[in-house]
Structures are given as C-alpha cells and as structure tokens.
C-alpha cells in the first residue's frame, strides 16, 4: 500500500475506507472527530454511513462552498519563492517588488498545481467525483450545513461554521 501511495496511483476506496475506520476507531477519536476532504466518492460516503450508523455516530455535513472563478484567482494569483519556499499571493499578499521574493531577491515562480490548466482538472474531478456526495448526503436526510466561503475571511468562515453548528 505505501507503494501505491508512492508511486502517486490513486489508492482504492477499500483500502481508504478500511484506513480511516481503523484511525476513527482510535482513542482520541472516541469524542468525535473532523473528517476535511473525505469522504470524496459515492462509495466512501456509503461506507462510512453504515459505519457511523453501526455506531450511534450522528455526523453534520459541511460544505464550504466557494465561486469557482474565486477559487481560480485565488490559486493563480500565488507566487512561491523556489529559494526559501515562502508563499505570495499577487492581490492578497504580494511581495514589496512585483516577482522578487521580500526575503531573499529571488525572482518568484508559480507552482505547477497553480497552474490555471491543472486547478481546472482538480475542479472537473471534484464535479465528477464528489458533487454527487453532497447529492447524496441531501437526499439520505443527512444534515447538510452550507456555509458561503466565497469572499469571507478564514476566522469569518469559522464564526459561520460553529454559530450554523449551533443551530443545527
Ligand atoms: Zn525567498
């Protein structure tokens, strides 16, 4: 399985279902626990259904949702500096010289996965694969929270998140 992982295959719903049953199953898992980007297929989400279900785990859904064209323009716009590592972003945190990185004059590149071509197959796969997740998760009954993540900042987006989970 580590070999599988190495070589960037994507590993089958079996084997990540049996692993995080297994990590759920842990001690410090025993008063709940955030699951962040999983389960992303049909088959993982049934999975974990039953499992929960077998249990008496009542789970929320939530789903952050943001504008694609933000999602775009947000990772295009990041700028890395291939010396030190540090991250830009040219609107929302843009170095004092345009391309050159604030600590070490290197001129900053963007990164493969900003790449605008890549962002939109990540955005394809998710329509693919996990949109049919929430679909499901609406119409088992499940709570489903959604919470608009488009222009709010992260410490906004999370005073949303706990005060819908309160009412919820
Ligand atoms: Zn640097």
Redesign the pocket.
Known sequence: MVATMQSGALVSDSVVNEMVKERLSEADAARGFILDGFPRTLDQAENLGEWLKGRGIREVVIHLAVDYNVIIARLTGRRQ??????LYNVSSHPPRVEGV??????A?IVREDDKEAVIRGRLDAYERQTRPVLEYFRTAGRRVVEVDASTDSPEAVHRKICQMMESA
Request: aromatic share 0%.
């Open positions: 500096c291939p010396r030190c590592g540090t990185c604030d600590l070490d004059g290197e900053l």
